[in-house]
């Protein structure tokens, strides 16, 4: 089923300073939520993205946008804290872990509203878009729905024999150690693979009848409330399981069970976005299992692909400063 490629060694700076599943979880989700939405929900989408940027390409806009001076005050949104006490217990409970400068659960409550208001001017209905891509990948990747040790980030691991933090093995070092690079090929292929396990019924049913249970827009925190608790739960249950994981090779038995728990969040977290998305836009999910099958061929207008001619000044500037912001950087990935 999966194929093992050999590691890609990057160079150690490389692994610091990740804070966001990297393109294979971004990137993947993205497309596969394409394949399942409907044909009004791809429109919609289509409309609030440029000519030339793809559903891909927003969606991993935000981790670039959280790391310049004007877009920082985003970077809380990227995950939701829980002051449980893994392994023992775990637990996301929103008036305790949402800080005052916001979260992921608390930012998409918000980003659903403002790419529903109309009073709104494009561009920011367009950048709601974007961050909506992005977190609901984010909030299906356990180490962004927990506090301890910075989401893992101090947790000093090795994986096949260099140092990196838990965090960023979670985020892409585990999936890229057995996928290779997240090209656009891997990532389509990656797509393709989770659609059919999908549509050929390989997930377990009852787990995967919770995929769709809680997409209810207008709920405010409740759903999102659900999805994060779920990926905390995988922190107990797996991620922080031994407690003692500090110092230890991750590579072998840990990274070979992670596998397929990276592999279903981001199929989850996928097929939730075409869920919350054509639920916006229709008031429908649209998930029920004739109108995936139909969706799959509707929607899945390869690699959705904005019409919007130009580009807004305000994102114009924005883009401006990512660049720069890049170059200064040089050397530091911004994870994607
Ligand atoms: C929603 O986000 C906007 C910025 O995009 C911010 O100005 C506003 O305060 C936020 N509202 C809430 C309730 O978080
Ligand atoms: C969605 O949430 C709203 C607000 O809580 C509620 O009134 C409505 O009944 C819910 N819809 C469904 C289908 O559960």
Not at 77 to 104: E, F, Q
Not at 106 to 113: H, K, P, Y
Not at 178 to 194: A, C, V, Y
Not at 294 to 316: C, I, M, N, P, S
Request: hydrophobic share 40%; with cysteine.
């Amino acid at each position: 089923m999966h194929l093992l490629t050999p590691l890609l060694l990057l160079p150690p700076l490389l692994a610091q300073q990740t804070q966001a599943w990297g393109f294979y979880g971004h990137k993947t989700v993205a497309l596969l939520a394409s394949r399942y939405l409907l044909p009004e929900t791809s429109t919609f989408v289509q409309t609030f993205l440029y000519r030339g940027q793809t559903i891909m390409d927003a969606a991993v806009w935000a981790d670039r946008y959280a790391h310049i001076p004007l877009g920082r005050y985003s970077k809380t949104w990227h995950y939701i804290d829980a002051k449980d006490d893994p392994p023992r217990s775990c637990g996301v409970m929103y008036s305790r872990d949402c800080g005052g400068s916001g979260c992921i659960v608390s930012a998409l409550v918000n980003m659903t509203a403002r790419i529903q208001d109309e009073e709104l001017p494009w561009a920011q209905r367009a950048q709601a878009l974007r961050f909506i891509l992005h977190f609901l990948g984010d909030i299906h990747q356990p180490l962004h729905t927990e506090h301890a040790s910075l989401g893992g980030n101090l947790i000093k691991v090795h994986f096949h024999g260099t140092e990196i933090n838990l965090h960023s093995a979670w985020d892409s070092r585990i999936i890229e150690s057995f996928l290779g690079k997240p090209t656009e090929r891997g990532i389509i292929s990656l797509t393709n693979t989770l659609e059919d396990r999908i549509n050929n019924g390989i997930y377990n049913p009852s787990a995967f009848s919770t995929w769709k249970n809680c997409l209810n827009t207008s709920a405010e925190e409740t759903c999102p409330l659900v999805w994060a608790n779920g990926a905390n739960r995988w922190v107990c249950e797996y991620v922080l399981k031994d407690g003692d994981i500090k110092g230890k090779e991750i590579a072998g038995e840990y990274a070979d069970g992670a596998l397929p728990i990276i592999e279903e969040s981001i199929a989850m977290a996928g097929f939730r976005l075409a869920g919350w998305l054509n639920m916006l836009v229709t008031g429908r999910d649209g998930l029920d299992e004739e109108e995936v099958l139909r969706g799959a061929k509707v929607g899945g207008a390869g690699v959705l692909e904005g019409t919007r001619e130009g580009v807004e000044e305000v994102d114009r500037v924005i883009d401006r400063m990512i660049e720069e912001g890049e170059r200064r950087f040089e050397g530091v990935r911004v994870q994607g």
